[in-house]
């Protein structure tokens, strides 16, 4: 019994262990202010786990290692601790039409696991380092993000309604050129039946963006974004002038994901 409470010191290897768990619960005291999916119990279990089992990997086999024809390798459990940990992290993102939440708490679980490891394996300055690098970015990089999308130049966007048929896409085209606009992104929306006229509704699970004139032709809706220096509104005014376009509208568009 004594052997089992004392070699190695087992005590000391309790520091790690308190380490891991006050640093995992300010990461994690943080994530839940912000009212994350992943909060205190989460980041803290993480890395007290990850500490623990690092320390296991080091300490825990000492009695087999007497042995002449055995060999552990203690990097393996760390390098378990990276990729078991990715089922959590998953399990945090959150895809919802073009928008995925959860990937900086996922990231941020992925960090507390590496901040429990640094703990268990004896690199406390590693981790103290890595966890107020955590708060440098989570809590600086917010603002940046929000100064640079202020000062970041948009594409301009003209979008058009038109009665499809009419040569109206290949005016505003020639219209944009000529008014020094370069076209570096077209997007038209209609109907999956291009060949078809008919005087009726949509049909269900079209856009509400392409409809049926009362005359029988399609309307549809052109979005044109565009590069240049121009004046918007006057390319705007004279797209509106058109044959065949019902309607105008101008602004920033989204930058494209590339």
Avoid: N
């Amino acid at each position: 019994m004594s052997t089992l409470w004392s070699t190695p010191a087992q005590w000391d290897l309790l520091p790690p262990v308190v380490l891991a768990l006050v640093l995992s619960v300010a990461i994690g005291l943080e994530r839940e202010a912000g009212m994350k999916a992943a909060g205190l119990r989460t980041h803290s279990l993480v890395g007290v786990g990850s500490a623990v089992f690092m320390l296991v990997s080091k300490y825990g086999f000492a009695d087999l290692l007497s042995s002449d024809h055995v060999s552990l390798d203690p990097s393996r459990i760390a390098a378990q601790i990276v990729s078991g940990i990715g089922f959590i992290g998953g399990g945090l993102i959150f895809v919802r039409r073009d928008a995925v939440r959860g990937l900086t708490t996922a990231a941020t679980i992925w960090l507390t696991a590496a901040v429990g490891t640094a703990c268990g394996a004896g690199l406390p300055v590693l981790a103290v380092g890595t966890t107020i690098g955590h708060f440098v970015v989570t809590r600086g990089f917010p603002p940046l993000q929000r100064f640079v999308a202020r000062h970041r130049r948009e594409p301009p966007v003209v979008r058009l309604s038109y009665l499809d048929g009419q040569g109206v896409l290949r005016a505003a085209l020639a219209a944009c050129t000529g008014r020094g606009w370069v076209v570096h992104h077209v997007e038209v929306e209609h109907e999956p039946d291009w060949g078809v006229r008919v005087a009726k509704p949509p049909a269900r699970g079209e856009g509400p963006d392409v409809t049926v004139s009362e005359e029988g032709q399609r309307i549809a809706v052109v979005t044109l974004r565009l590069d240049g220096r121009g004046d918007l509104y006057d390319l705007a005014a004279e797209l509106a002038e058109l044959p065949g376009v019902r309607s105008t509208s101008t602004g920033p568009g989204e930058p494209l994901d590339e």
